[in-house]
DNA sequence: GTTGGCTGCGGTAACGTTCCCATGGCATCG
DNA sequence: CGATGCCATGGGAACGTTACCGCAGCCAAC
C-alpha cells in the first residue's frame, strides 16, 4: 500500500527506507554538508536498494534549471551541421545536460516556432545558427544562447563560434604555394552572402601579403551546390587561359561540382586541372581523385559553443567571437607543380 | 512589486491580469469546456499581453508527461543515423514533443549511460538501436521504447522499426537481373552480425525462387567499413574467373571500397567489374562512377518509430515488427549487359 | 552552572501546473 | 414557490525536489 508497484520510487520512498526524513535524504544525496557519514551512507543505500533517480523535470522545478539544452540548425543531415551536433552533445553531456536538437532549413518560421519550444521546454540556453537576419527573434528569445557559423557575424553583440576563415584561407593560399601554384581562380558563393565577402577578403589580404596582385585572379560566383560549382567551373574553362589551371572553392559541395565539370570537359583532375575545396565534408574522401580540402572544426565547434553557453548561463559573459583554428586534409586533387615530373608524383600520391 | 521585471511570466500573472482565478485561466488555456466564451477570450488575450509560455517541466511534473523523446544511435555523425533523427525529430516536432539524441559509439557502457540520462530527465519513452546483445540493460529501462535498424531482430518481444531486407535484396537481384547479372559475388560483413544472416538468407531464397543454384556465388566476408570492402574485393578478384564480374556489396562504404580496389586493380567500374550497394549514403553519389544502391528509408524509419513510440506510450501497444522498402538508386557503377553494346550505353548512362 | 555556538536533523514552503471538489447563481420543473 | 440540477468559477491539493528556518543536543568557555 505504501507504495505502489510501477510507480517510481522518489526521495520520500528513500528517506523513509533509510528512517529519516526527506530533507536528510536530500542532503545525503546532493553530498553536501552537515551530515554523519553513517547517515549518509544509510540513505545512499537505500537510493539503490528501491532504485532512486533523481526526478530532473522536479528539479528544473525547484532550482529553475532544467539541464536541457537547445541545439538550432539548418538540418542535422547535414555532415558539418551533424558534426556540431555531436561535439555539442557530448560536452553537454559530461557535464549531465541532454540536448535537444532542432532543423530549422533555413527557414525563418521553422527557427521562430522551434525557439518557442525551447522556450517552453525550460532549457537553460540555446547554441543557434541564426538564419533570420534581423535580431528581433533572437533577443525575442530571453534566454542566454551563443551562435554558431559564419552567419554570426550579422549580430555584433552577442557571443559566437564559428571556424577561423582567414586561417583557413592562409592554409590553402600556402599549401597551393608550396605545391607551385600561385595565382588560383576563386568558386565562390553568392554575393549576397556574407561568407563569400569574408573568404574574398582573406584572399586578397593573403595575395597582397605575396605580393600578388588580387586583380590577375579570376573569380565565378555560384550556388554553394554540387551543381553550383558545376556551372561556375565551366564558365572557368571558357575563359582564355594557358597550362595548369588551379580553382580554390568556397566550399566542398562546388569542389566535387567542379571535379565533375573538368572530367565532362574532356580534362583530367589533378593533371591538367587542380582543385582545392574548403569544408572537410567526408563525401570529398570517396571522389577520384580525393578531394585536398580545408576541413572545419564541426565537434571541436559543438564544443566551444557549449562551453561559451555554460558561461552565459553562469552569467560568466565572455561575449567574445572565438574563432578554432581549421586544418588542412591533402588527398589527390592538387598537383604538385614544384617538382619536375609532376603528374608522376602526384597520380601515386592520390590514395595513400 | 507584483510581478519582477525578469521574471517569466505564469499562469497566475495572466490570471491576475484577466481577473480570473488560475483554475480558470487553465481551462481557458487548456481549451476546455465548461468556460464562457467572453472569458475565455479575456484569458487568452492577458496571456498575449503579459506574453506568458506554458512551462513545460511544471506540466510534466504534474500530468507525468514530459513532452521529451530520447533518441540513442550509435554516431549522430553516420549519415544514416542522421537521416533517422532527422526523421524523428520532425515527427516528434508535429505533436509539440522535443527530441533528445544522444550517440552511443557502439559502446554498451555508453548506451547505459545515456539511457539513465533519459530516464532522469523524465522522458516519455525512447527510440534506441540497440548495442547490447543482452535484454537486461533494456527492461531495466523501465519506460516505453521502440528498437530501430537491423540489430533489434535479437529482440523477440518488443516492437522494433526496420528496412525490408528481403525486399531490398529482391530490388537488388532484379535489377541486376534486368541487367544481365545472373550470379553477382557477394561482400558481406562480420560473420557474428546477424544482419549478415539475413542479408545472405534473402540472396539464397531469391535464387531459388530464379532457379539459381545459390552454391555457385562467391562470397566474401569483410568489416563494414571501406577497408573491409576493399580487401574483400581484392580476394575477389584473386579469384579464378571469367569476363564480367558483378559485385554485390551488403553496405554502401564496402561498395566503396570495391571500387578502389578495382581501380587498384587496374580495371574499370562499370565497364569490367559492376558494382552496388545498399544504404544509400550520400557519398555514393560523389563517387566515379556515381554508385548504383538500394537506399534504406531512414527518414521514414524515424518518422515510423516515433509513431510506435507514441502508441507504446498510449498503451495501444502493437508489438509489431515494422519492415520500411527500400528503394533502388540508379547511378553509374553497373553495366548493362542486356543490350548489345552494353560499356558505351553505361558510360553514358553515368551521370544524368 | 549558565551561556553561546555549532552540528545534525526535521518541518515546511515554494517552484507552475492541472485536477478534483465546493460554491453560488440561475433556470427549469413539479 | 420551493426543490432540483446544471454550469461557470474559485479554492486547494498534489506532482518531487530543494532551501530556509527552527530545534534539540552537545561541547566549550566564561
Redesign the interface.
Known amino acids: 500500500m505504501s507504495s505502489s508497484r510501477n510507480r517510481?520510487p522518489t526521495i520520500i520512498d528513500v528517506a523513509e527506507r533509510a528512517g529519516v526524513s526527506k530533507s536528510t535524504a536530500a542532503r545525503a544525496l546532493a553530498g553536501s554538508s552537515n551530515i554523519t557519514e553513517e547517515t549518509r551512507e544509510r540513505v545512499l543505500k537505500a537510493a539503490t536498494t528501491v532504485g532512486y533517480?533523481?526526478?530532473?523535470?522536479?528539479v528544473?522545478?525547484r532550482s529553475g534549471r532544467?539541464?536541457?539544452l537547445g541545439l538550432v540548425i539548418p538540418?542535422?543531415?547535414n555532415?558539418f551541421w551533424?558534426?556540431v551536433?555531436?561535439g555539442a552533445?557530448?560536452k553537454a553531456?559530461e557535464s549531465?545536460g541532454?540536448?535537444?536538437?532542432?532543423?530549422s532549413d533555413w527557414d525563418v518560421v521553422k527557427e521562430a516556432?522551434?525557439l518557442?519550444?525551447?522556450?517552453?521546454?525550460?532549457v537553460d540556453g540555446a547554441i543557434i545558427n541564426p538564419v533570420a537576419d534581423s535580431f528581433d527573434d533572437l533577443d525575442r528569445f530571453?534566454l542566454p544562447f551563443v551562435l554558431i557559423g559564419s552567419s554570426a557575424e550579422r549580430f555584433a553583440e552577442t557571443s559566437s563560434v564559428g571556424s577561423d576563415i582567414a586561417q583557413a584561407v592562409r592554409l590553402g593560399m600556402d599549401h597551393l604555394v608550396s605545391k607551385g601554384h600561385y595565382a588560383p581562380s576563386l568558386i565562390l558563393g553568392p554575393k549576397n552572402r556574407l561568407a563569400r565577402a569574408r573568404f574574398l577578403r582573406s584572399v586578397h589580404e593573403h595575395c597582397v601579403a605575396r605580393d600578388i596582385d588580387p586583380a590577375i585572379l579570376a573569380v565565378e560566383d555560384g550556388e554553394y551546390t554540387?551543381e553550383g560549382g558545376r556551372i561556375a567551373m565551366r564558365r572557368l574553362l571558357e575563359r582564355a587561359h594557358v597550362g595548369h589551371v588551379c580553382v580554390f572553392a568556397a566550399n566542398d559541395m562546388m569542389a566535387?561540382g567542379a571535379m565533375?565539370a573538368v572530367?565532362?570537359a574532356g580534362l583530367r583532375c589533378p593533371e591538367d586541372v587542380s582543385i582545392i575545396g574548403f569544408d572537410g565534408i567526408?563525401?570529398?574522401?570517396?571522389?577520384?581523385p580525393g578531394l585536398t580540402t580545408i576541413a572545419k572544426p564541426g565537434r571541436g565547434l559543438g564544443e566551444r559553443a557549449v562551453e561559451g553557453l555554460f558561461n552565459e548561463i553562469e552569467h560568466r559573459p565572455e561575449h567574445r567571437r572565438i574563432y578554432l583554428p581549421c586544418r588542412l586534409i591533402e588527398r589527390g586533387s592538387l598537383a604538385d607543380l614544384s617538382t619536375a615530373t609532376p603528374q608522376r608524383a602526384v597520380a601515386g600520391a592520390g590514395?595513400v
Chains 1, 2 share one sequence.
Open positions: 517510481r533517480e533523481r526526478n530532473h523535470l522536479a528544473g522545478m532544467s539541464g536541457l538540418d542535422i543531415t555532415p551533424a558534426d551536433a555531436r552533445q557530448d553531456a549531465g541532454s540536448l535537444l536538437v532542432f532543423s516556432a522551434h518557442g519550444a525551447l522556450r517552453r521546454a525550460r530571453g554540387v566535387m565533375m572530367r565532362e567526408p563525401s570529398g574522401e570517396f571522389t577520384w590514395r
